[in-house]
């Protein structure tokens, strides 16, 4: 069955609460959280005030996806907001194993995310540290955006080299994830799945979320 990561960039920000209770009443095993600078990309959304409050109203595993400069620089404040999994950005760190040891330091799991355009392969020295890839399968910044086709191509070639390797790390999707498209990035090999509007905006969000978990 598949990890289902809702994502609370199409979340109602005016009644979180009420997106909380659907997701804890849901079978959604993780919420994704975007973290937007307006500098890493064009456009800003939330910081970890925000996070700790969907924290006191979620038992669910808190997955931040951290799409900002110098995340160094803010790791800690995430890790205190509540945060379970923190993922940066490969092309937002110049040193990014430093950056991934400072995430496990704190006793929390770390992730690498990379952009359309980013090769899998250039995390081939760094594999072994993480806990989650996380493949961006539209270009980071807003959500409602269309799936780009080569993702699956990148999801066969690293799981290949995670199985390589018999690491435990998981692949997770993020970006334009539907209901159509979501048994092939399962089948390419992809853990997680990321859905932002496809859960939100649908009619039933709670059987649109069963539905995703069904895939396998
Ligand atoms: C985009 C974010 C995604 C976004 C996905 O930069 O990283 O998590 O919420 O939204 P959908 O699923 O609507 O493409
Ligand atoms: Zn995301």
Redesign the pocket.
Known sequence: MSIVAP?F??ANFLNLEADCKMINESEADWV?L?V?DGRF?PNITFGPMIIEFIRKATPKVCDV?L?IVEPEKYVEDFKKAGADHITVHLEACTHLHRNIEQIKSLGIQAGVALNPHTPVELLKDILHDLDLVLI?S?N??????KFIQQTLQKITTLRRMIDEKGLATKIEI????TLQNAPDIIKAGAHVL?????VFKSKDPKDTIAQLKKIN
């Open positions: 994502s960039l199409s994704h975007d937007m990309v996806h799409m961006m539209v980071p910044g807003f959500g409602g955006q993020d970006g334009g994830v990321v859905a932002g509007n496809t």
